[in-house]
């Protein structure tokens, strides 16, 4: 299997600050790669696909870029309800792998 | 709109077999390209990718639990169910379905997108 490995697994942050999450492939997945956001006791809502397309509705402030085995989101300037966990998931291999989540917390 | 709906019981007894049931509308699994899949999440834990049923009837399963998954679907019924036998305490999660979609591009290739609907999930508890 496909070993998806985020860091890090958690960051403070504050409203403004500029946030970057990093995602790597044990091997290379080209572009097949999402970024999710997961609220508690809430569904992951997908942001990014393909790695650096952005979904229908998601703020422009989020941007995903890589291929190979790097990728990395961005949030430009973090608001309030971007505080969340992260999660890359590679759909280049079956079975599809997820990384272990990055959480952003409020500094 | 495409809504995706889990059920199926909160508690399941070990060594049972579990039985959930992911009702969709919006979306006809019959239709090429279409794929529905289940993924959990322990609490506290991150997702696990579990299986994913094509509109074709391929079907994909985690590599460490395709000896007690299997993945159907009902056309008729807009339904997908999943089984999972020999339930232990640790598969105690929460259980997601989602909608996927498989394209071409002008080339004739085909790829997958990822699940971009998803059910709201449903909390399964294995405990004697």
């Known amino acids: 299997d496909i070993q998806m490995t985020q860091s890090p697994s958690s960051l403070s942050a504050s409203v403004g600050d500029r946030v970057t999450v990093t995602c790597r492939a044990s091997?290379?997945?080209?572009?097949?790669l999402a970024w999710f956001q997961q609220k508690p006791g809430k569904a992951p809502k997908l942001l990014i696909y393909?790695?650096?397309g952005l979904k229908s509705g998601v703020p422009s402030r989020f941007t995903g870029s890589g291929s190979g085995t790097e990728f990395t989101l961005t949030i430009s300037s973090l608001q309030p309800d971007d505080f969340a966990t992260y999660y890359c998931?590679?759909?280049?291999?079956?079975?599809?792998?997820f990384g272990q989540g990055t959480k952003v917390e409020i500094k | 709109q495409i809504t995706l709906t889990e059920s199926g019981p909160t508690l399941v007894k070990p060594t049972q077999t579990l039985t959930l049931t992911c009702a969709f509308s919006g979306f006809s699994v019959s239709t090429s390209g279409v794929g529905v899949g289940w993924v959990r999440q322990p609490p506290g834990k991150p997702l696990e990718f579990l299986a994913l049923?094509?509109?074709?009837?391929?079907?994909r399963y985690s590599s460490h639990l395709k000896n007690r998954l299997t993945i159907t679907k009902d056309t008729s019924k807009n339904q997908v169910v999943l089984t999972m036998t020999n339930m232990d305490p640790v598969d105690t999660a929460t259980y997601y379905c989602?909608?996927?979609?498989?394209?071409?591009?002008?080339?004739?290739?085909?790829?997958?997108?990822?699940?971009?609907?998803w059910g709201q999930g449903t909390l399964v508890t294995v405990s004697s």
């Open positions: 091997q290379s997945i080209t572009n097949w």
């Open positions: 393909k790695a650096s």
């Open positions: 998931q590679q759909y280049n291999t079956h079975p599809w792998t």
């Open positions: 049923i094509y509109w074709d009837d391929d079907k």
């Open positions: 989602a909608h996927n979609t498989y394209l071409y591009d002008d080339n004739g290739f085909g790829y997958p997108t990822p699940f971009d609907y």
